[in-house]
T-cell receptor, first 109, second 117 residues
Framework: DAKTTQPPSMDCAEGRAANLPCNHS???????VYWYRQIHSQGPQYIIH???NNETNEMASLIITEDRKSSTLILPHATLRDTAVYYC??????????FGKGTMLLVSP | GAVVSQHPSWVICKSGTSVKIECRSL??????MFWYRQFPKQSLMLMAT?????????EQGVEKDKFLINHASLTLSTLTVTSAHPEDSSFYIC?????????????FGDGTRLSIL
């Protein structure tokens, strides 16, 4: 699986949009971009995934660049409960997931 | 949606005892399940791949005789930490991809916090 690069930490004010970037310059054609988050002492929670088109669900939006070398996860209105470590993972989906260090998002009042 | 249940969520036991952790897929069949371990302030590390009806595949550096994996049915995989010692204390997490391949996301259990005294 391709490797990803994320900033170690980000801050966001409650109610504002949180934009979390991810670089995956070695992504291959059949690999998807998955986003998970992990709240302290819990298992990872699936957020969203995509191949090349932008995706949106009830939790977030995923913007993938045209060359697929980077993506951005957008939480449109961050709340305190969104404070977590966010992992961007590139995978074919049914294979193992390789977790990097992720981005620690701190949402403040 | 796909749900993975893990039990127990928390266990404390004495050094030398064996501990069994269960991972169940509640509304789908999982021919494959994955076991991860997470130490404090670190990321998840894959330990092994559990395959229904066959032997598990272990990652380099993971002792297969120490961490016994059984995947006897399409909805249950178990991880047994044998003769546990304090250095085995960690957060153990399982995951399962929905059957049929494809790109559907894996779903994770809530993890098991293991503390060996």
């Amino acid at each position: 699986d391709a490797k990803t690069t994320q900033p170690p930490s980000m801050d966001c004010a409650e109610g504002r949009a949180a934009n979390l970037p991810c670089n995956h310059s070695t992504i291959s054609g059949n690999e998807y971009v998955y986003w998970y988050r992990q709240i302290h002492s819990q298992g990872p929670q699936y957020i969203i995934h995509g191949l090349k088109n932008n995706e949106t669900n009830e939790m977030a939006s995923l913007i993938i660049t045209e060359d697929r070398k980077s993506s951005t996860l957008i939480l449109p209105h961050a709340t305190l409960r969104d404070t977590a470590v966010y992992y961007c993972i590139v995978s074919r989906g049914y294979s193992t997931l390789t977790f990097g260090k992720g981005t620690m998002l701190l949402v403040s009042p | 949606g796909a749900v993975v249940s893990q039990h127990p969520s928390w266990v404390i036991c004495k050094s030398g005892t064996s501990v069994k952790i269960e991972c169940r897929s509640l509304d789908f069949q999982a021919t494959t399940m994955f076991w991860y371990r997470q130490f404090p302030k670190q990321s998840l590390m894959l330990m092994a791949t559990s395959n229904e009806g066959s032997k598990a595949t272990y990652e380099q550096g993971v002792e297969k005789d120490k961490f016994l994996i059984n995947h006897a049915s399409l909805t249950l995989s178990t991880l047994t930490v044998t003769s546990a010692h304090p250095e085995d204390s960690s957060f153990y997490i399982c995951s399962a991809p929905p059957g049929g391949g494809g790109n559907q996301p894996q779903h994770f259990g809530d993890g098991t916090r293991l503390s060996i005294l």
